[in-house]
């Protein structure tokens, strides 16, 4: 607490001495707060959020889906191995150390020891340092993706979580269960410093005056910061201006929020799939590779975007979505219900099947309805379907023991890549390299698990894009799994809050690019 | 007295052990807490090293064993979410959700009693009629259906007040309040009256009936055949013994009433233990959900404790301490 109001001190004094720009205070609500302020603790979109605020990645993506400088300058790769980075010079921690390779160094090797880092990180042989401001990042093997990891890479503060706490524990320990140093203190080179913080209910942010982006049009100064759980109490807030911005923006109230003179709505097509699986271990008749397609076009999923999505999405007909090396604008969605009568026929099931399905209820935006709806058509291909939705937290055992012949899951791929989506979801399943987690249908095919081995090692764009665009037909043709949409991302702030700049697909605001009017 | 309390004691320890077993038993059909504390992508063999680590792969007797040895302590565990221990965290939300129950009790009290003995004394009264119907519609509407149109209608259309939290608290010998703010004070009406929403027809019509019932009695006839005045009659005598059958059920329903404030504060984000609560099953924190349900336990045992020592005041025929025969 003395930290932070030492801080907030700093941060106060040097903000007035930033002179012509108008201070404003930012009042937001998430449905839910960060679980701590390590950014190393849990890979999560509220962890990333907090991260934009508090520290600054090397590069970070822009909104069509490229990289922009940050903390990196420049970055050019000088071998198929190594990718060379110039930090920028002269780059203030809260704490007031100055930000150099060795900060840069110290963060890689505690990503590479954080549970929930080490996956993406693993691909990484290490961070070497050629001067004060030249970092090289090498790769065991030609990795094509370094781009992409480096938008992880928040450099923190050595020194300042340097040695230990006053119970004696080292400040740098990555803690899932228990308190610990670093996630309730930070010290990074982000825009905003947190001031206060009461768990699940505030925490309150001050621009940090000596951020190193003077060229950032920026002029928040303060962010109050609350969660509201409850969807139509969030909207109330807005409509109400008990707040300025507000996200994720329920579907029921788009056209509410968009029609009030008051307030301005942001959606933007986003890159989470929601898919069925088909079990193959349960089911026997899912191995006919007819009955997967019949069911693939039994499955109106413009209709469901349509009618139960309200247009908040996007029908899908592969994995990756556009913007993604993987996506190929050839393959539509095939709602065909009298091809998949013809192709249950075919396949001798006719007469049809009794198959159980299960869904989350709170997961994904209208999960359980989802799943109704496709029960429904299922069942026009004599398909009987018993459905059981339940609630995420009892839901994910359940996926894991592959409790039901048919059950959802969405992704959303951390890498912001295609490969990911095959890699944990349609991989023939290895409990020893860990592909093929989320398998649950156990579908298999040797050419895509090859394809996706090989481009994790092709640096080529266009060779990768070649194949990363084959496993996607691949699948679409066997029919591997059921797939329903993109779900959209929605953000919606009060007039005059100009959030349409700083929003993105990958929801992290760039809040400390927030102009208000 | 003391013999009473002492047995309200073990009474209470007993209520607590046996929450605590049933807690720890449905645990494991609450999900797992793991997938709120990892990312998606964590491998399974990571999770094993963290569930060993966390001790979520001991059997049950062992996990109960190391809780109950930590409980005797006052340790009843540590939030996963949080990160705290779980008796902490529910002591700091504590005041908000003491204070909206306070809040929904004061405003129940103020209104049902009047409203009660009026409707007794006038059954044929406009009134009396107008106030029995609207009490049926209250209790047929769920509360959190009460909270969200009391949102749209008074933070929304009108614009009146908040729309969510409990706004500027202040500090009060270690007790942080609303009540002693003007901004905190704005913030209680709505979520008091849509918890009160409930138990306050309720009441309406118990004292009501439990007011026609004494008019009836012998008694109340004689002190009419007497020439009392009407108003000593019905305050002093009529209301006297009218409240006693309250007093019980309104010990027993201050209970119900946290109970309620989970869909109240959930609706109103407000930083309450009810909500506290509800995103601890959410996040399958189990180590806050056990200690809540033991604490809520307690409270239940102590407003009881208390209801018994008020109801010997009103009625001195009851005797706490009655020898055992």
């Known amino acids: ?517 | 007295m003391l013999a009473f309390l002492i047995r309200r004691l073990v009474q209470a320890a007993l209520v607590m052990f046996v929450i605590s077993i049933i807690a720890f038993s449905i645990q494991d059909n609450l999900g797992d807490p793991l997938r709120e504390l990892l990312g998606q992508s964590v491998s399974e063999k990571q999770r094993q090293i963290l569930r060993d680590k966390m001790g979520l792969n001991d059997p049950f007797l062992i996990q109960y064993g190391r809780f109950l040895k930590k409980a005797i302590h006052g340790d009843l565990g540590t939030s996963y979410f949080f990160k705290r221990p779980a008796v902490d965290v529910i002591l700091d939300k504590l005041p908000a959700t003491l204070e909206l129950v306070f809040g929904a009790s004061l405003i129940i009290i103020v209104f049902s009693v009047p409203i009660g003995v009026f409707a007794a004394i006038y059954p044929k009264h406009w009134f009396s009629k107008f106030s029995m119907g609207a009490s049926i519609v209250g209790i047929s509407i769920p509360v959190f259906l009460t909270a969200i149109l009391s949102i749209y209608v008074f933070s929304v259309e009108f614009g009146w007040l908040p729309s969510f939290g409990r706004g500027e608290t202040v500090d009060f010998f270690g007790w942080r309040t609303g009540f002693l703010t003007r901004d905190g004070l704005v913030h209680l009406i709505l979520p008091c009256i849509a918890l009160s929403s409930i138990m306050l027809p309720l009441f309406i019509r118990l004292i009501r009936s439990e007011m026609m019932e004494v008019l009836e009695s012998e008694y109340v006839k004689f002190a009419w055949a007497k020439g009392l005045q009407p108003r000593r009659i019905w305050f002093l005598h009529a209301l006297k013994n009218t409240l006693l059958p309250v007093i019980t059920v309104g010990g027993v329903q201050i209970g119900t009433l946290i109970a309620f404030t989970i869909l109240t504060e959930t609706v109103f984000q407000w930083p309450g233990m009810g909500f506290l609560f509800l995103e601890a099953v959410n996040r399958v924190d189990t180590p806050l959900i056990i200690a809540y349900l033991i604490v809520v336990g307690l409270i239940f045992v102590i407003t009881n404790t208390i209801v018994d020592l008020i109801y010997g005041l009103v009625n001195p025929t009851v005797r706490l301490t009655r020898p055992q025969e």
Do not use: C
């Open chain 1, 1 to 517: 607490m003395k930290r932070f109001k030492a801080l907030a001190a700093a941060a106060l004094l040097s903000a007035f001495a930033l002179s012509g720009v108008q201070a404003r205070t930012l009042k937001m609500a998430y449905d839910a707060d960060p679980v701590s302020l390590d950014p190393h603790e849990q890979l999560s979109g509220g962890t990333l959020q907090l991260s934009h605020m508090i520290f600054d990645p090397l590069i970070r993506w822009n909104q069509e889906l490229g990289f922009d400088p940050r903390l990196a300058e420049k970055w050019e790769r000088i071998d198929e191995k190594t990718v060379r980075f110039s930090l920028r010079k002269g780059v203030k921690f809260h704490s007031g150390n100055e930000m150099t390779a060795l900060d840069v160094r110290w963060t890689f090797d505690r990503l590479k020891r954080s549970p929930d880092f080490k996956g993406i990180f693993a691909p990484f042989e290490a961070l070497n340092i050629v001067d004060k401001y030249t970092i090289d990042i090498v790769t065991k093997e030609p990795y094509p993706l370094v781009l992409h990891t480096a938008t992880y890479i928040f450099p923190m503060d050595r020194k300042f979580y340097d040695g230990y706490d006053a119970k004696g524990r080292p400040k740098d320990a990555i803690v899932k269960h228990g308190d610990a140093f670093a996630s309730t203190n930070a010290s990074g080179t982000g825009p905003f410093v947190i001031t206060s913080r009461e768990q699940g209910v505030k925490v309150e942010f001050e621009r940090f005056g000596d951020y190193w982006d003077k060229g950032s049009p920026g002029n928040v100064s303060k962010i109050v910061f609350t969660p509201i759980k409850e969807d139509p109490t969030r909207v109330a807030a807005l409509l109400s201006g008990d707040v300025d911005f507000i996200a994720p923006v329920p579907p029921a109230d788009l056209q509410r929020i968009d029609k009030d003179p008051n307030t301005d709505l942001v959606t933007m097509s986003g890159t989470r799939i929601i898919t069925f699986q088909l079990n193959q271990n349960r089911r026997p008749e899912f191995k006919d590779k007819r009955v997967r397609q019949a069911i693939v076009h039994a499955v109106n999923n413009e209709g469901i975007v349509e009618k139960i999505m309200r247009g908040f999405g996007t029908a899908a007909a592969q994995q990756s979505p556009k913007g993604y090396l993987g996506y190929d604008p050839k393959l539509k969605p095939r709602y065909d219900l009298a091809k998949a009568k013809q192709l249950m026929m075919d396949a001798g099931y006719g007469n049809g099947f009794s198959v159980t399905m299960m869904a989350p209820n709170n997961r994904y935006v209208n999960d359980d309805k989802i799943a109704e709806a496709v029960a429904g058509m299922l069942s026009k291909i004599n398909i009987k379907v018993d459905l059981k939705t339940m609630p995420k937290a009892q839901y994910w055992p359940k996926f894991d023991e592959r409790a039901a012949d048919i059950m959802m899951i969405g992704w959303h791929s951390d890498t912001e890549d295609s490969s990911n989506f095959t890699e944990f979801l349609l991989m023939t399943p290895d409990k020893e390299t860990g592909y093929g987690q989320y398998n649950s249908g156990n579908f298999s095919n040797a050419k895509v698990d090859e394809l996706v081995l090989a481009n994790q090692k092709e640096t080529d764009v266009k060779k990768r894009t070649a194949m990363l665009q084959e496993i996607e037909q691949i699948l679409y043709d066997d029919a591997a799994f059921v797939p329903l949409h993109w779900q959209d991302r929605a953000w919606a702030a009060r007039k005059g809050v100009e959030i349409a700049p700083i929003v993105n697909v990958m929801n992290f605001p760039y809040l400390g690019d927030l102009v208000i009017k």
